[in-house]
């Protein structure tokens, strides 16, 4: 079975809006967390971007840059939005180095992510960042109980059949187990604790979990 690849799927934006419970309210609120946070002067970066839906339908405000950034898909250009096709590892340290970042938003992407390069990124989100500036990081997390997960897993799998053949979903399973990296949630707010500022949980569907880190000066 060969790894799975978003860019074979059609209609990306629905797809993921299908394959994750009440995705629209991490939606709605991931934008107005966004609106609110941003500062005059600053980048809005949304790391993993994909198609740039969020980036597109953000309020956006006087006197901030906001760019995407995904190694894989390459949206088309947009009035007040730059997009990057290139790896975010390589891209954020040397982007507008002039400017802070009062938001960098990383959402499903950290997790497919080796372990041996998170903490590298994580550090380039927090050099990044403002004083006051917030990490947005949505991520699928291993539950502590094996029961309660295996149970979670079950129940998704039957969410999801609503929307996908038992074919469509199989192969996803399979073909996602060799990317995914998926951390336990309290190493996860460990990581980002260390290395941002203190977290918040802002939303969780069983293993879909959703926090704001804010970079604060000591």
């Not at 198609?51 to 006087?62: A, F, I, N, V, W």
């Not at 073909?175 to 951390?183: E, I, T």
Request: proline share 4%; glycine share 6%.
């Amino acid at each position: 079975m060969k790894p799975f690849k978003f860019e074979n799927v059609p209609n990306f934006d629905d797809h993921i809006m299908k394959s994750i419970p009440s995705f629209a309210e991490l939606n709605f609120l991931v934008k107005k967390l966004t609106h609110d946070f941003a500062q005059e002067g600053t980048m809005v970066v949304d790391v993993g971007c994909s198609t740039g839906r969020l980036l597109r339908s953000l309020d956006k405000r006087d006197g901030v840059w906001y760019y995407g950034i995904d190694k894989i898909m390459q949206p088309d250009q947009e009035k007040r939005i730059t997009f990057f096709r290139d790896n975010a590892l390589n891209l954020l340290p040397f982007l507008e180095p002039e400017k802070e970042c009062s938001v960098i938003i990383s959402m499903f992407t950290m997790q497919f992510m080796p372990f041996s390069v998170r903490k590298s990124f994580l550090q380039m989100v927090e050099d990044r960042l403002c004083d006051g500036g917030i990490f947005i990081c949505a991520e699928k997390m291993h539950l502590l109980n094996p029961c309660v997960e295996s149970v979670v897993q079950a129940n998704l799998l039957e969410w999801k059949l609503q929307h996908f053949s038992k074919e469509e979903v199989l192969d996803k399973t399979i073909g996602l187990k060799s990317v995914m990296y998926c951390q336990t949630r309290e190493d996860l707010v460990n990581d980002l604790n260390v290395r941002i500022g203190d977290t918040d949980p802002i939303w969780q569907w069983g293993q879909f979990g959703a926090f704001v880190s804010r970079k604060t000066s000591v």
